[in-house]
């Protein structure tokens, strides 16, 4: 039966659920020496490496409570609690703003993105904050039309996105905004992935703009192949329906050669 030693560990608001698994030391019976009653007993220190655990428990502990003076992380806060007012005031009183984080959705821009907080959002821009390609990717996966918008137009590029994952997220006016600014609609065929995935959700944005894109053609053939050899009889109509030739010698995959 396996032994258990307790470790007395601060209590902390931060990560009790990890103290609490770490209280609860465990000896392997595979891994610990079997006691035999002719050895001496084996002591707490030799069974259990406790001085090690403890070593790693304060280690962990200082990286917990380390001390968050980054005049930063209050801004943070304000545009957390969407107190734009109060953001604008620090902004124009030069006080520090920018803070940098591995997660976009704890950057000062980020969070105002992911509240879809659109005029945080042009404060923020106006005040020398630089869109970066996550935030332009954080507004698209959220489906930001009007944010999305504002960065374009703010400096952020469309040689940021990738139409083909943009349309994994098939917004109707997320879409035409992309396709409008000039989104590449051709490398690697992001029409007809579209299309393969939900025709009917592209439709109407695939109709509308045919006349100015007659490339989409050939992606909309593309896509009725891929329909006729899965058997899907609503596919193929849907795609008839918008003029896709059942003639037409298209390639199978993206990467196959279009002159097949």
């Given at each position: 039966?396996?032994?258990?030693?307790?470790?007395?560990?601060?209590?902390?608001?931060?990560?009790?659920?990890?103290?609490?698994?770490?209280?609860?030391?465990?000896?392997?019976?595979?891994?610990?020496?079997?006691?035999?009653?002719?050895?001496?007993?084996?002591?707490?220190?030799?069974?259990?490496?406790?001085?090690?655990?403890?070593?790693?428990?304060?280690?962990?502990?200082?990286?917990?409570?380390?001390?968050?003076?980054?005049?930063?992380?209050?801004?943070?806060?304000?545009?957390?609690?969407?107190?734009?007012?109060?953001?604008?005031?620090?902004?124009?009183?030069?006080?520090?703003?920018?803070?940098?984080?591995?997660?976009?959705?704890?950057?000062?821009?980020?969070?105002?993105?992911?509240?879809?907080?659109?005029?945080?959002?042009?404060?923020?821009?106006?005040?020398?904050?630089?869109?970066?390609p996550r935030h332009l990717w954080l507004a698209?996966?959220?489906?930001?039309?009007?944010?999305?918008?504002?960065?374009?137009?703010?400096?952020?590029?469309?040689?940021?996105?990738?139409?083909?994952?943009?349309?994994?997220?098939?917004?109707?006016?997320?879409?035409?905004?992309?396709?409008?600014?000039?989104?590449?609609?051709?490398?690697?065929?992001?029409i007809a992935d579209v299309l393969k995935r939900?025709?009917?959700?592209?439709?109407?944005?695939?109709?509308?703009?045919?006349?100015?894109?007659?490339?989409?053609?050939?992606?909309?053939?593309?896509?009725?192949?891929?329909?006729?050899?899965?058997?899907?009889?609503?596919?193929v109509c849907l795609l008839l329906w918008i003029?896709?030739?059942?003639?037409?010698?298209?390639?199978?995959?993206?990467?196959?050669?279009?002159?097949?």
């Open positions: 039966m396996c032994s258990v030693t307790r470790l007395a560990l601060p209590a902390t608001r931060h990560g009790s659920a990890f103290l609490k698994r770490l209280n609860c030391v465990e000896r392997d019976p595979i891994l610990t020496p079997h006691h035999d009653s002719r050895h001496a007993p084996l002591s707490d220190h030799s069974a259990h490496p406790v001085g090690f655990i403890e070593l790693i428990v304060s280690v962990v502990m200082q990286k917990h409570n380390q001390p968050r003076d980054d005049p930063a992380l209050e801004f943070c806060r304000l545009c957390r609690e969407g107190k734009l007012f109060e953001a604008e005031t620090w902004l124009k009183s030069g006080k520090p703003a920018q803070y940098d984080h591995k997660n976009v959705r704890c950057t000062p821009l980020g969070i105002a993105i992911d509240r879809n907080f659109h005029s945080l959002v042009e404060v923020l821009l106006r005040n020398a904050f630089k869109p970066e698209v996966r959220g489906a930001r039309t009007g944010i999305v918008e504002l960065m374009l137009q703010r400096g952020a590029g469309l040689r940021w996105l990738d139409f083909r994952q943009a349309a994994y997220w098939p917004h109707p006016d997320l879409l035409r905004l992309l396709i409008r600014r000039g989104a590449d609609t051709k490398t690697g065929y992001p939900g025709p009917r959700a592209f439709l109407g944005i695939y109709r509308e703009y045919i006349d100015q894109h007659p490339e989409w053609h050939f992606q909309a053939n593309m896509a009725l192949r891929h329909f006729c050899r899965e058997g899907s009889m609503r596919g003029n896709a030739d059942p003639r037409a010698k298209v390639p199978e995959k993206a990467d196959d050669d279009e002159d097949m």
